[in-house]
T-cell receptor, first 114, second 111 residues
Framework: DTAVSQTPKYLVTQMGNDKSIKCEQNLGHDTMYWYKQDSKKFLKIMFSYNNKELIINETVPNRFSPKSPDKAHLNLHINSLELGDSAVYFC?????????????FGPGTRLTVT | GESVGLHLPTLSVQEGDNSIINCAYSNSASDYFIWYKQESGKGPQFIIDIRSNMDKRQGQRVTVLLNKTVKHLSLQIAATQPGDSAVYFCAENSGTYKYIFGTGTRLKVLA
């Protein structure tokens, strides 16, 4: 069974469109995250949710809106896509929020905006 | 600002040799560190972690060293194998809920 899953794995779309990426974890974890990895492999946290509550928003443009319907899911909706949004987006989860919990990452969603 | 950086973007190692991947961090208040391995097309995978009250921790074929005096972290891989080829990241816990990742080092294992 996949611990953290994301759909779709690949997403190709045009500028200006709206798209969503879904994430699910079956580990029973309380905390979920979204990361963006650019073409140089740099990983940067975007959002973190703990028990469905937003706890980190790293000055991400308002076009990005995370939604957590329950503890097992954290979806990412992106409005008015721009070329600079092209990247690999990773969902992750950890047992709890806080500094000593290992994060489990999903396989990533490669978003290409043309 | 806070940052976690790596000295060597690419490291080439002969199969069977030991690998050492380095990481510098800037936040002296960070108290938890993780090394991740990312293979091509996959998400980062936990390798080993260390807390700031330790200076060394060993796993299977891997050892993490922490030098708080110079804010330096290293990952040692013994008897490097082709399957070790990947990008390696260090991450520090900076604040209660946030991790900051380093820029990554690509490890290439030469046959």
């Amino acid at each position: 069974d996949t611990a953290v899953s994301q759909t779709p794995k690949y997403l190709v779309t045009q500028m200006g469109n709206d798209k969503s990426i879904k994430c699910e974890q079956n580990l029973g974890h309380d905390t979920m995250y979204w990361y963006k990895q650019d073409s140089k492999k740099f990983l940067k946290i975007m959002f973190s949710y703990n028990n469905k509550e937003l706890i980190i928003n790293e000055t991400v443009p308002n076009r990005f809106s995370p939604k957590s319907p329950d503890k097992a899911h954290l979806n990412l909706h992106i409005n008015s896509l721009e070329l600079g949004d092209s990247a690999v987006y990773f969902c992750a989860s950890s047992q709890a929020a806080g500094g000593t919990y290992e994060q489990y990452f999903g396989p990533g969603t490669r978003l290409t905006v043309t | 600002g806070e940052s976690v950086g790596l000295h060597l973007p690419t490291l080439s190692v002969q199969e069977g040799d030991n690998s050492i991947i380095n990481c510098a961090y800037s936040n002296s208040a960070s108290d938890y560190f993780i090394w991740y391995k990312q293979e091509s097309g996959k998400g980062p995978q936990f390798i080993i972690d260390i807390r700031s009250n330790m200076d060394k921790r060993q796993g299977q074929r891997v050892t993490v060293l922490l030098n708080k005096t110079v804010k330096h972290l290293s990952l040692q891989i013994a008897a490097t194998q082709p399957g070790d080829s990947a990008v390696y990241f260090c991450a520090e816990n900076s604040g209660t809920y946030k991790y900051i990742f380093g820029t990554g080092t690509r490890l290439k294992v030469l046959a």
